[in-house]
């Protein structure tokens, strides 16, 4: 079952390339139009603003799609659906409601798609399971086909959620707009060319001697902005969820803000970089090493400049920013994994934790 893998976890990180190779299956079309089935051209024309709700790696796979309509002029904003429960967000007769859940099944995020639709709100359910209660309850669903996911932590199915909402995002952005961002094409081609690029950094997983230097440190940062952002949220989850080790994640230029007083030469702290604003991270990573904390950096191949700054540095294949992000979180989770493998863990079924959470 586990196709000769030791975890779940493992072949489910190794199955991303055939998972988003079925993401964006017939979504694109030749002449970079996106067809998403059920959703026809001018089917979200009347869209005011997009508000995202979800929960843990779900949620940060809202993030990354928050900025996705941000960069295409689309006021989007994200709620983690417990506090949407407790205070939701005013909506209006031209909200989009887009739940985002693996499962479907997560009570906080159903209960906020009740919550939105009795307000009046069109809602969206973005998920992997066809006949989940999201899927069903929603006004309507758009599937990220992932397959079927075992291990509690969450590693293909977000890499295919922010596949799928950077096609939802693009089709939002041109029915508003009645145009196609300039950047569409190279983001389209980017998205394509993901699954050959997963492929190639599976193939630069991060060697034993990374994961042995990293296991013994006390706490582990993990820093990003852009598109990074949410992948520095979702690479310290997965780390404290299976090395039970502390991690947490940065927005990069927090750092300042009071998580450096934290910095000593104990901390690790893994720098993403996506190939927009990364003067600004380099900057992060002076201030860090200047502390004595050694830093691995994960960028593109081609970037000397960060692989000289850094202690260690983690390669992935030139792109676009959008898919930098999921190429550098595909590196942090072999990270994760390695470091809990070491550890000994029970990396698919982490103490304490259930693959869906279904109490509020
Ligand atoms: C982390 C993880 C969880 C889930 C969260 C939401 O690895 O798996 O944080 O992402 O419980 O679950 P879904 O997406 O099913 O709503």
Do not use: W
Not at 39 to 64: K, M, N, Q, R, W
Not at 104 to 122: P, Q
Not at 259 to 275: E, H, K, N, R
Request: proline share 4%.
């Amino acid at each position: 079952q586990r196709d000769g893998f030791d975890h779940y976890m493992l072949k489910e990180i190794h199955e991303q390339p055939a998972a988003l190779d079925r993401a964006i299956q017939g979504r694109i079309t030749d002449d970079n139009d996106v067809r998403l089935e059920g959703f026809p051209a001018g089917e979200f024309a009347d869209v005011g603003a997009v508000h995202l709700i979800a929960c843990g790696t779900s949620y940060h796979a809202a993030l990354y799609a928050q900025q996705l309509l941000a960069n295409r002029d689309i006021p989007a904003q994200v709620f983690s659906a417990g506090e949407y429960t407790t205070t939701p967000a005013p909506v209006r007769d031209d909200t989009l409601v887009v739940a985002v859940t693996q499962s479907g099944e997560t009570a906080d995020t159903l209960s906020s798609l009740d919550i939105a639709a009795e307000r009046g709100a069109r809602t969206l359910a973005v998920t992997n399971v066809i006949g989940s209660t999201a899927a069903r309850t929603a006004d309507d669903a758009l599937f990220i086909r992932a397959g079927p996911e075992i291990g509690v932590a969450a590693t293909k199915t977000f890499s295919s959620q922010v596949a799928v909402l950077a096609l939802l995002a693009e089709r939002i952005a041109e029915d508003v707009s009645g145009t196609v961002h300039s950047d569409r094409e190279a983001l389209l081609a980017a998205l394509e060319r993901l699954p050959a690029d997963v492929q190639d950094t599976l193939q630069r997983s991060p060697v034993e001697s990374l994961a042995t230097e990293l296991r013994g440190r006390e706490e582990q940062f993990f820093i990003g902005r852009g598109y990074g952002y949410p992948v520095a949220l979702e690479s310290a989850l997965k780390f404290k969820e299976i090395t039970y080790e502390h991690a947490e994640g940065f927005a990069a230029g927090e750092l300042k803000h009071g998580p450096l007083a934290l910095v000593t030469s104990d901390t690790s702290v893994f720098a993403v970089f996506t190939g927009r604003h990364d003067e600004k991270t380099l900057k992060n990573v002076e201030e860090v090493r200047a502390r004595g904390a050694p830093v691995v950096a994960i960028a593109a191949e081609s970037d000397h400049e960060v692989a000289e700054a850094a202690d260690e540095f983690l390669p992935i294949p030139d792109t676009h920013p959008v898919a930098a992000g999921l190429l550098a979180n595909v590196q942090l989770q072999l990270v994760s994994y390695r470091v809990a493998d070491l550890l000994g863990r029970s990396i698919d079924k982490p103490r304490n934790l259930a693959k869906s959470v279904t109490v509020e």
